[in-house]
């Protein structure tokens, strides 16, 4: 039992010190002063965003890019909370904006990639860039990815999403998670440079910029639209099949978007849920190599810890393994709160190691009918 759970935990060692590895690769990138080249179409598909839309488009008010380069559409996804009413009494207000309401009700079983096919469709400019509406974007965000494109000449980039957190045990939880999961994301797209079979197999959505004539010859969401979840992911791996070396990751915290987080711990595991249950559906090798490889290792620390209990492995052994899972999660995590500026968020990182592992499985287990509630809907993968 020990040498087999050793197993595990090494080579999960190995994989976070490669994904690490791959974050070092990327490079900093800041913007200039230098003038605005790209238009870019913003689409954010809300529903049930009440709370949250008047910051939204105080937000877009603020970036610093000039308005005849920038179009925001807001699509409604049949909101039922006055969302939809309140978008509209935004657009009268602020008509400095060139801002669009557009209506999306469908019965489709995933209503979010319909919504952005139509945004798309819609977009009058050649750039696409999604966020979600309980977001914020970095002042000169649309300068740096303006500047990034005319530099790189890519045809997809995906930027940076930090989590909010307050001094809440929950919120801190949150944090990490996020701060792990992007230093993934990054190390996916740095660690290509290292090794040529590991590929960029993560990004979100709610900071993703792509050539629209890209999407639409991609033929948008068609063969994953009957999985609810995933609209970055599946997006990301017909990217990648088109032209890997033109899909990139913008390390910038000019770029960074700010999202809240979950209030609840039931509303998380949900969100959770939502994200593990495309994973049997992604196509990238590696990406789900990296999925079973973190199932198994945190798997391995509960199994290890009941057979400690049990007297079939020695405490000093399981200790020592733990040991070498957080330290290297601690330095993946480092590296980037370092590069966000969150390194508050690693106060709690070892009582948040603790639980961790429990989290994991939990969420793991119960994203295996594929099932989960979010909105107000019920959706399966």
Same mark, same amino acid.
């Given at each position: ?35 605005? #080249? ?11 965003? $009440?709370?949250?839309? =008047? ?16 179009? $925001? ?15 509209? !009494? ?16 469908? /019965?489709?079983?995933?209503?979010? +990639?319909?919504?952005?096919? +139509?945004?798309?469709?819609? @977009? ?11 977001? $914020?974007? @970095? ?5 740096? $990815?303006? !500047?990034?494109? !005319? +530099? ?11 989590? *909010? ?62 999985? =609810? ?5 599946? /997006? &990301?791996? *017909? ?5 890997? *070396? ?13 999202? &809240? ?26 990406? *789900? ?10 798997? =391995? ?30 330095? /993946? ?11 508050? =968020? ?16 939990? #969420?793991?287990?119960?994203? /295996? ?13």
């Amino acid at each position: 039992m020990t040498l087999l759970i050793s197993i595990v935990i090494v080579l999960y060692a190995l994989l976070i010190l490669t994904l690490n590895s791959g974050l070092r690769q990327l490079k900093d990138f800041e913007p200039d002063d230098s003038p605005a #080249v790209n238009s870019f179409s913003v689409i954010v598909v809300f529903r049930n965003e $009440i709370e949250n839309l =008047a910051n939204l488009i105080g937000n877009f008010k603020n970036l610093d890019y000039p308005n005849d380069k920038l179009e $925001i559409l807001l699509i409604d996804d049949d909101s039922d909370d006055g969302s939809l009413e309140l978008a509209l !009494q935004l657009q009268e207000d602020n008509k400095e904006l060139n801002l669009k309401i557009i209506e999306n009700r469908t /019965l489709s079983s995933s209503p979010k +990639k319909e919504a952005i096919e +139509k945004g798309v469709s819609t @977009a009058k400019f050649d750039w696409i860039l999604t966020t979600d509406a309980d977001c $914020i974007l @970095a002042k000169n965000h649309l300068r740096a $990815i303006d !500047q990034y494109i !005319q +530099k790189y000449d890519p045809i997809f980039v995906a930027g940076p999403v930090v989590c *909010k957190a307050d001094d809440s045990f929950l919120q801190g939880f949150q944090l990490l998670d996020f701060l792990s999961l992007q230093g993934s994301t990054m190390g996916g797209f740095g660690g290509r440079n290292l090794n040529a079979s590991i590929k960029p197999f993560m990004c979100n959505g709610a900071n993703l910029c792509y050539l629209k004539t890209e999407f639409i010859q991609l033929n948008g969401y068609s063969g994953s639209k009957h999985i =609810a979840s995933g609209d970055d992911v599946f /997006l &990301l791996e *017909k990217m990648i099949v088109r032209d890997s *070396k033109k899909v990139h990751f913008i390390k910038s915290r000019a770029a960074v978007v700010s999202t &809240l987080p979950k209030y609840s711990w039931k509303e998380l595991v949900e969100q959770r849920k939502r994200w593990a249950a495309k994973t049997s559906s992604i196509g990238n090798g590696f990406g *789900k190599a990296v999925g079973a490889l973190v199932l198994l290792a945190n798997l =391995a620390l509960i199994i290890g810890l009941g057979s400690a209990i049990g007297g079939l492995i020695h405490w000093k052994s399981l200790g020592i393994l733990f040991l070498v899972k957080i330290n290297v999660d601690f330095i /993946l995590i480092y590296k980037t709160a370092l590069f966000f500026y969150k390194k508050e =968020a690693l106060r709690s990182f070892i009582a948040s190691s603790l639980l961790y592992p429990f989290f994991v499985v939990l #969420v793991s287990v119960l994203a /295996l009918n594929g099932s989960y509630h979010w909105k107000g809907r019920s959706f399966r993968k």
